[in-house]
Structures are given as C-alpha cells and as structure tokens.
C-alpha cells in the first residue's frame, strides 16, 4: 500500500502532519528550515513561497495604486489585478504544501524495507505512485 503524507512520519524532523502549513511559519522558521538537513521545504517550496512574495507585491502596487486620481482610469485593472496577486499568493503557499507533502510521501517510500522480494515489489510500487504525484 502506498503511504499517503497523513499516514507517515513527516519526512522533516522539523515539521508536523496534518493541516498546518507554511503559511502559520515565521518567515525566519521557514528559513531555518529550509537551510536544515532536511530535505523538506526544498526547492519546489520555495520556489513556489518566493512567487507568492512576488504576487503579494503585485496586490500591493495594486492596492497603492486604488482611489489615486492619476491613475482612476485604471481602477478596473487595479482591483483585477488586487484580487488575482492575492489569490495567486494563496494558491501558490499551498503549492508550497503540495510540494512537501507529495516528496514527504516519496520520503517514505524510500525508506520501506527492501530485504524480500516482497518488500522490494511493495517499494517499487510506493516509489513508482509517489514519483508520479511528486
């Protein structure tokens, strides 16, 4: 059977199952993490927490930008703009969480027993799920 990120221990030390996220961390905790040992957060986490940084900005020139005279020709845009820089961010922190959970899975399956060809066929097929969904 095929682990699943509730079912196993988190492949970071560092982090706990369940719904908690990046997104509750500290901006320093996240750091800490990311230059730890461990390999969650990696790459495609925070990749994914530094395009949220980038959409936030974007909402924020946005939000600047809203009930200015100069720019009252652009209002439509502004609050288009507004609202899809801060669903990005949303959406891309929980990208973050994806990211994590789906090589926390693969984590696990590297670390089933391998010593019976049983074993090793129970592995390959947890490796093989999990690879996919990374």
């Known amino acids: 059977m095929t682990p699943s990120w509730y079912d196993v221990a988190p492949y970071n030390s560092g982090m706990s199952n369940g719904p908690a996220g990046f997104r509750d961390l ?11 040992a461990e ?3 990696g790459g495609g986490s925070a990749s994914a ?10 909402a924020m020139v946005a939000t600047l930008s809203e009930g200015r005279p100069k ?9 288009t703009a507004g ?7 949303t959406r891309l922190l929980e990208l973050a ?3 994590a959970a789906a090589y926390a899975v693969f984590g696990a399956a590297l670390r089933m027993p391998k010593a019976t060809e049983a074993e090793q066929g129970a592995r390959r097929e947890a490796l093989h799920v ?5």
């Open 26 to 36: 500290t901006l320093a905790a996240f750091v800490d993490q990311l230059a730890s």
């Open 39 to 41: 390999p969650v957060p």
């Open 49 to 58: 927490v530094a395009a949220s940084l980038g959409a936030g900005l974007v």
């Open 71 to 79: 720019y009252a020709g652009y209002a439509s845009t502004h609050t």
């Open 83 to 89: 609202n899809v820089g801060r669903a990005l961010a």
């Open 97 to 99: 969480d994806e990211d």
């Open 130 to 134: 999990a690879a996919r969904t990374a």
